[in-house]
């Protein structure tokens, strides 16, 4: 069976931990590293936030599409949504409270974090999901327990994006809603497989206030 992943190999930048106002982890698309997501973060701008970028073994989180039944991907979902549930923990005990963490993923590190939300439902500051939505097939049932508590969640997605249906992401929308989180959907239309500087801007934003 192959590897899975480790929390051990994230990779940390930013802000150094003593003087960080707030910390945010970050979680790469399918092919990607987190060494691409650190460019990303430079461009929120904030010098105040320590960034915790989680690596997937291979460089994919799960092997399927996220649209797969779930058992299809796993274990290795399960071991993804467990890295990000350790590095909430980490951060906890370095003194982050959940109002001061952020969640924040493209594409498939998208989905990793609404599903991760979904599970692990409390107040984080924020869940930043660009491109993205919950992980199953259409026939999935929604019952997650738990409340999020007014957690800020930001939806970005294409119209047409390949890869993200628009009613998947119009489904997150309504789950995260039912679940307590308020929630901020923007649909670009025509825009590709990318993030855009209006996502850039929002994440920005709810980063600053976090780290008020």
Not at 155 to 179: A, C, F, K, Q, Y
């Amino acid at each position: 069976m192959a590897t899975l992943h480790s929390a051990e190999s994230a990779l940390v930048g930013g802000a150094p931990r003593e003087h960080a106002k707030a910390a945010a982890i970050l979680i790469h698309g399918r092919g990607a590293t987190p060494e691409s997501m650190l460019p990303l973060a430079d461009a929120f701008g904030r010098d105040d936030v320590l960034y915790v970028a989680a690596r997937a073994t291979g460089n994919t989180w799960y092997p399927q599409t996220f649209l797969a039944p779930i058992e299809a991907n796993e274990p290795w979902l399960s071991s993804a949504l467990a890295v990000i549930g350790t590095l909430v923990e980490r951060l906890e005990g370095e003194g982050f409270g959940a109002r001061r963490i952020a969640v924040i993923g493209f594409s498939q590190g998208a989905c990793l974090s609404c599903e991760f939300a979904a599970r692990n439902a409390r107040r984080y500051g924020a869940i930043i999901a660009l491109t993205g939505g919950l992980i199953g097939p259409p026939s999935t049932k929604r019952d997650y327990s738990g409340s999020l508590d007014g957690t800020p969640v930001f939806l970005g997605s294409s119209d047409v994006d390949p890869h993200i249906p628009l009613d998947r992401v119009e489904e997150t929308d309504e789950v995260l809603t039912r679940l307590g989180a308020k929630v901020d959907k923007r649909i670009y239309p025509g825009m590709g497989h990318t993030v855009n500087e209006d996502e850039v801007m929002a994440a920005r934003t709810m980063l600053s206030e976090i780290a008020a």
